[in-house]
């Protein structure tokens, strides 16, 4: 055991009820306390608030959090207030009065935690303020914001090296969830961090299971798939705006509580739909990768993709979102040959040698790599991120069922020569009706029924010729043009098989129905939870009471209490105060403010 400030513990028991630290915590914390620097990486839901919540407490003054996301500042806020914490924010959303206010706590010292847009920070008036203020430290989240390479490039949060200059003697903690190495280089450069000490937690998520199906008919896929996740939140990420009003009307016809959500509705509907997905449980939201940035919800049980996701970022980033909570959640993506034909497509655009667009190339690549993988997921996932992981994790579908390949070299030599018989101005559709020998008015127009490859392929069925072209195309040896056409060409690797110097060993995909069915039984029994049938109706007693406290209180139901605090009372059944105060996720706070009336619903005589 380390040496520990008991100050710190104590804090972290009483105030947040949690019995100890987790991973790095402590270490964060304590480099904090004595006035270090820190740049943090962790995994969404690895628990970085806590890294300068508790040195806020424990320090003189008042701890600056700045955040790029209003949504998230009020959420934390209540939270703290929640805990018993003095905590404030400051942005564009208060009336002037309110503002006012916080401003007299801030400088009469009365606030532990002030929560501030980057671009009223580096107001003068406010600098000028903190400069008549205890500060205790400062803490930025989103660090990322500072890289002009990812997606949320924020020019204000490259001004923040300013806070170094005004105020040396303050402690700066930088957070970020991204482990890309290299917007990790260009966050010490920017904000002038070279003397912080790192923190580097490990990206994976270990309660979190990935799941990568084909596609055949997404809806009676998605339909299943929400049979085994009933009652739970969850997100369902499709690539357009039609798409996602189309699938959440479908599933609000088929009695799911399901709302849609992308730039395109006003920004009135859009603030309702998430406000509802927020504070009410078990809502699916259907969306664009509009959704979901400074979600910070944290009993999102799964995340669905119903097409390939743009980047393995984006992949990570999303599926990320279940399971903060710690609690077991899943990623399930299905796709089919038309995404991977877009992905070849963008690849075949972004050619050039230039540097940015060589990284954009092998991010397409590592998620189509990922996507056909045969071996583990999540050591693929880290991989991309440059963790090695040692397969295999038992929580993903390859570990759970291996899949089975199969020696397809012929097959590939057919489809390539049929690709280049036919003149490599063709696709996927076309070269398979000449393979099969099809006498199709296109075949038939063009002359193909003559081509030497004319119904070589006639072994296999359409089905199986997709899976060969979606295979061949994600392993680079077919490429799309970058035109858009979606018509095929011969890569440099393919010649090699051509020549028969190179086999080619293809994923055997088995039937999609029977492959989920068996899948989920084992992923998923009782939910994600694996609440027991004759645990439901205390557990539906106990949500329905978060609820209504969470109405009276004016906050999302996790602010009351998360699923897991909900799920320990389930099973510990609590008869009075002391064993609640004993619930991991129950500070004094809390128990003074909701202790009683959860003992109530638990003790009730049956
Ligand atoms: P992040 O900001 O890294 O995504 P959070 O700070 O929101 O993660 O924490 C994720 C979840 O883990 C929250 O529900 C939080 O209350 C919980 N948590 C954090 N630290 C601990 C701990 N030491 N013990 C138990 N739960 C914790
Ligand atoms: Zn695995």
Same mark, same amino acid.
């Given at each position: ?15 947040f009820?949690y ?12 480099? !904090?306390g004595?006035?270090g620097d ?7 839901g690895?628990g ?9 407490? @424990?320090r ?15 959420d934390?806020?209540d939270?703290l ?16 009065? +309110?503002q ?10 009365? @606030?532990?935690?002030?929560y501030?847009a ?9 600098? +000028?303020? !903190? ?8 803490a930025?989240?989103?660090?990322? $914001? ?15 090296a300013?806070? =170094?200059?005004?105020f040396?003697?303050?402690? /700066?903690?930088?957070?970020?969830a ?5 917007? /990790?280089e ?9 003397r912080a %000490? ?15 199906? *084909?596609? =055949?008919n ?6 299943e ?12 990420? $499709?690539l357009?705006? %039609?798409?996602v009003?189309?699938?959440?009307a ?5 009695g799911?509580?399901?709302?849609p959500? =992308?730039?395109?509705l006003?920004?009135?509907t ?7 997905f ?10 664009t990768? &509009?959704? #979901?940035?400074?979600?910070?919800k944290?009993?999102v049980?799964?995340?669905v ?23 077991? &959640? ?12 877009t ?8 050619e050039?040698?230039?540097?940015r667009? %060589?990284?954009e /190339?092998?991010k ?5 790599a990922? &996507? ?7 050591e693929?996932l @880290?991989g991309a991120?440059?963790e ?7 929580y $993903?579908?390859? $570990?759970?069922?291996?899949p ?11 489809? !390539?020569?049929?690709?280049?018989r036919?003149g490599? %101005?063709f #696709? ?9 020998g099809q006498?199709?008015? /296109?075949? *038939?127009?063009l002359?193909? =029924?003559?081509?030497?490859t ?8 359409e089905k ?27 890569t ?13 060993? @293809? ?15 084992q992923l ?9 049938a004759?645990?439901?109706?205390m557990?539906?007693?106990?949500r329905?009471?978060r609820?209504?406290? +969470?109405?009276q209180?004016?906050?999302?139901p ?9 799920l +320990?009372?389930?099973?510990a059944l609590?008869?009075?105060e ?9 500070g ?16 009730a005589p049956?």
């Open positions: 055991m380390q040496r520990m400030d008991p100050q710190a513990l104590s804090l972290l028991q009483s105030v009820g019995a100890s630290f987790r991973g790095q915590q402590q270490d964060i914390v304590e480099h !904090l004595e006035g820190a740049l943090v990486l962790m995994p969404t690895g970085k608030s806590l890294c300068y919540q508790i040195p806020a407490l @424990l003189q003054g008042t701890g600056i959090v700045v955040s790029p996301l209003i949504a998230l500042m009020q934390q806020v939270a207030r929640e805990a018993g914490v003095s905590a404030a924010y400051l942005n564009s959303s208060l009336s002037g009065d +309110a006012r206010e916080v401003e007299r706590q801030l400088l009469a010292g009365e @606030l532990n935690l002030l501030v980057p671009e009223r920070l580096l107001t003068g008036r406010f600098l +000028a303020q !903190l400069e008549r203020t205890e500060v205790a430290l400062f930025i989240d989103e660090a990322h $914001c500072v890289s002009q390479w990812g997606h949320d490039f924020r020019p204000e949060y490259r001004e923040l300013i806070l =170094h200059q005004r040396p003697e303050v402690p /700066r903690i930088a957070l970020t991204t482990a890309d190495p290299r917007t /990790r260009e966050i010490v450069e920017r904000l002038a961090l070279q %000490r790192q923190f580097v937690a490990s990206f994976d998520r270990p309660n979190i299971g990935y799941r990568v199906g *084909l596609r =055949h997404a809806k009676r896929q998605l339909g798939f929400l049979l085994g996740h009933q009652d739970e939140s969850g997100i369902v990420y $499709c357009s705006r %039609r798409k009003d189309d699938t959440a479908w599933l609000a016809e088929s799911i509580e399901a709302l959500y =992308h730039a395109g006003d920004a009135a859009r603030a309702r739909n998430q406000q509802r927020l504070r009410e449980d078990g809502v699916v939201m259907v969306a990768v &509009a959704f #979901g940035m400074g979600i910070d944290p009993d049980r799964f995340v993709h119903l097409d390939l996701p743009r980047s393995i970022e984006g992949y990570y980033q999303e599926t990320g979102r279940a399971g903060r909570d710690g609690l077991p &959640a899943e990623a399930w993506m299905i796709y089919g040959l038309s995404d991977v034909v992905m070849s497509q963008m690849i075949a655009q972004s050039s040698a230039d540097e667009k %060589r990284v /190339r092998q397409l690549e590592s998620l189509l990922y &996507a056909e993988t045969t071996g583990c997921r999540r693929r @880290l991120f440059g090695r992981y040692a397969a295999p994790c038992g $993903c579908d390859n $570990c759970i069922a291996p089975k390949t199969w020696d397809a070299t012929v097959p590939a030599q057919k489809a !390539l020569s049929a690709v280049y036919t490599q %101005r #696709g996927s559709g076309h070269v398979i009706d000449v393979l099969r006498e199709t008015d /296109r075949v *038939l127009s002359d193909h =029924h003559r081509v030497s004319f119904g070589i392929g006639a072994e296999m069925d199986q010729w997709r899976s060969v072209f979606r295979q061949l195309l994600a392993a680079g040896l077919l490429e799309a043009d970058a035109e858009g056409y979606g018509t095929l060409r011969l440099a690797a393919s010649r090699a098989v051509l020549r028969g110097d190179s086999s080619v060993e @293809l994923r055997e995909d088995a039937r999609p129905e029977r492959a989920s069915r068996r899948r989920d039984s998923i029994t009782g939910g994600s939870l694996g609440i027991e004759y645990e439901q109706p557990w539906d007693e106990l329905a009471l609820t209504r406290l +969470a109405r209180h004016g906050v999302p996790y602010v009351v209490f998360h699923d897991a605090t909900l +320990a009372m389930l099973r609590p008869s009075n002391e064993e609640m105060a004993s619930i991991s996720g129950v004094e706070a809390k128990l003074k403010r909701y202790g009683r009336d959860f003992l109530a619903v638990i003790n049956a």
